[in-house]
């Protein structure tokens, strides 16, 4: 598609006086297929000539009439645009062509040209259940992550985990007094959650709890040799027993960096605003007025010396541009978190970091089940490891009723059910809340991924029955995929890289996920109306390149989402 852009660029801007880029950067895709395939609005020169858009379509039109580009075939005046239609046959070639060439690569292009780009999502709280809470931040910014990538960024994941704060305290309370190490060591993360509930709940019986919480978090703070080692022992067990979460959903982090790693850094954050004459004394605390700014005032530092949440985030972004020199640093965490990034950044502003406005905060929206809680086990907490391996569980017994035969069901069904969970979330605006069902997200025939990857299934199903010499290039046969059904599908394999683009510039992964649902909407509507096995050779050939080349575009496009495309299923 940007080869057809700069084609009508190169034509149109002579005629327009503008330069080839502002055409390239003006057109439209018309909101109806019969309008033509890209449309240029003609209402920007109506000043600058002092003509009625439409008569300016009207006169460019008929300029353009002797003019025909190697990707275009005719344009056509519509009210106030001028509506470029493609020339199915070069066009086609040059998709098919392209795709065929590049496999895996395609899609991808070199925008971020290596530029370090941190993304900080997950983070979950060390010694508590991984919750489903965190399935948003975790998918959207592991899919971020990898379409950063596939634009030429030099992704870097980082897990800001929860390990520091007076619960710890409260922990080692718990543990010392009704700690069992046997219970501990078999299901560590889980027995950690259930002591925090207990320490509350005799908490509310006896407060000095509180008190005695409180100074083996101060010992913890000064580094006290058994205190210390409690955290290690407790944080070690909570990322082991994440890591088989992460490890089912594909993700890996280059960083644990959690907040105890900057307390070191804390006093250097609290000089330089000092320094820099932002932050003053205010009834003992250390505060930062952001009144002039539409903000509320940020606290640094509590009358007690203690510092807070907003203090290690700004070390945060300090150490990280410092260590990344980042060309942009994203923060992928709830909406309710937005004034705390608001106050985050316009602080880094004023302590003069001129990168704080490459800082993004890309917010989303709550999940919620449909049924309500799914397990009590772990009190008001929703497993994530129960969400999917239930989800795997009703794949299973899909995939069974399905396809009894199927080899590796085992492997379908991992594939399946993973991808309803990561799909079902990233199909949605992330801004929205959004209700989980589980009804929705395991339908073959609905806009979800087991329907994306049935139709990859399809596909691979009519490739292995073909004769392997239809990988080989010809020219001849892409000629002959004419049909309306082959064209509109070449045209929407086409728009892969536009749309890759489009998620990373709107920090929306939906994006992506709604394009495959129509790439696999089109296959499905080609599959029906054009018989593949069953035509003549030349015909034959083009359309197994067709198909092979939707199944190219779907394995990239849920690659880039963190889901496999199953061969079967």
């Known amino acids: 598609m940007q080869k057809l852009k700069e084609e009508i660029g190169q034509v149109l801007a002579p005629l327009v006086d503008l330069d080839p880029s502002e055409v390239i950067n003006l057109l439209e895709v018309p909101p109806e297929p019969e309008f033509g395939d890209l449309a240029f609005p003609c209402y920007v020169l109506s000043k600058k000539l002092k003509k009625a858009p439409p008569l300016i379509a009207r006169e460019l039109s008929e300029k353009l009439a002797d003019e025909e580009g190697h990707f275009w075939g005719k344009a056509e005046p519509r009210g106030p645009y001028i509506n470029f239609y493609i020339a199915p046959q070069s066009f086609s070639q040059e998709i098919l062509n392209q795709i065929w060439r590049q496999g895996s690569e395609y899609g991808h292009t070199n925008i971020g040209n290596g530029g370090n780009l941190p993304i900080d999502y997950s983070s979950p709280n060390i010694a508590k259940p991984f919750g489903v809470g965190h ?109 088989v979460i992460y490890d089912l959903l594909g993700i890996k982090f280059e960083h644990f ?69 980042f060309a942009r ?27 704080a406005r490459n800082c993004v905060h890309v917010p989303f929206g709550l999940i919620r089940f449909k049924e309500g ?25 899909i995939i069974e009723e399905k396809n009894p035969d199927l080899e590796d069901k085992e492997h379908a069904a991992r594939a399946v059910g993973i991808g309803a969970v990561r799909f079902g979330d990233l199909s949605n605006d992330r801004i929205k809340n959004i209700e989980f069902d ?52 070449i045209k929407t394999l086409a728009l892969l890289p536009d749309k890759i683009i489009a998620s990373a510039e709107n920090y929306r992964p939906s994006i992506l996920a709604r394009y495959l649902i129509d790439v696999a909407r089109e296959f499905n509507r080609f599959y029906h109306h054009c018989p593949v096995l069953n035509s003549s050779n030349d015909l034959k050939h083009g359309r197994l390149l067709l198909i092979d080349a939707a199944g190219q575009v779907i394995t ?14």
């Not at 105890?260 to 954050?269: A, G, R, T, W």
């Not at 799914?374 to 795997?392: H, N």
């Not at 073959?444 to 990988?471: M, N, V, W």
Request: proline share 2%; charged share 25%; aromatic share 10%.
């Open 257 to 325: 960096h959690g907040e105890s790693h900057y307390n070191e850094m804390l006093d250097d954050v609290i000089e330089l605003a000092l320094e820099k004459g932002i932050a003053k004394e205010s009834e003992g605390a250390l505060m930062v007025d952001l009144e002039p700014h539409g903000l509320p005032p940020v606290m640094l530092r509590k009358k007690d010396g203690a510092t807070l949440y907003i203090t290690r985030d700004l070390a945060a972004a300090i150490y990280r541009h410092e260590r990344f020199h």
């Open 438 to 489: 589980w009804d929705k997200v395991l339908d073959f025939s609905g806009e979800t991924a087991a329907y994306i990857q049935y139709a990859h299934a399809r596909i691979c199903s009519i490739l292995r029955k073909a004769e392997p010499d239809y990988r080989q290039w010809d020219d001849r046969a892409v000629a002959l995929l004419t049909e309306e059904e082959e064209v509109t599908l």
């Open 329 to 355: 640093s994203l923060y992928v965490v709830g909406a309710e978190q937005t004034l705390h990034f608001q106050q985050l950044f316009k602080v880094l502003e004023l302590l003069g970091f001129e990168w």
């Open 556 to 569: 990239n496009g849920l690659g880039l989402l963190g889901i496999i495309a199953p061969e079967e299923m």
């Open 373 to 397: 809680r799914m397990s009590t086990r772990a009190g008001k907490i929703i497993l994530l490891d129960e969400v999917l391996q239930r989800s795997i569980n009703l794949a299973r017994q």
């Open 135 to 243: 399935i948003r931040s975790t998918v959207i910014g592991h899919a971020l992550y990898l379409i950063y990538r596939a634009i030429g960024y030099n992704s870097i994941g980082v897990n800001h985990l929860g390990d520091w704060g007076t619960q710890f305290g409260k922990l080692i309370v718990a543990f010392e007094r009704w700690g069992d190490q046997e219970k501990l060591e078999s299901d560590p993360v889980n027995y950690l959650y259930h002591l925090y509930v207990r320490f509350h709940q005799e908490a509310d019986k006896d407060p000095a709890l509180d008190d005695e919480a409180r100074l083996w978090f101060k010992k913890l703070e000064a580094g006290e040799e058994e205190a210390t080692a409690y955290w290690k022992s407790f944080r070690q067990l909570s990322l082991d027993n994440y890591a």
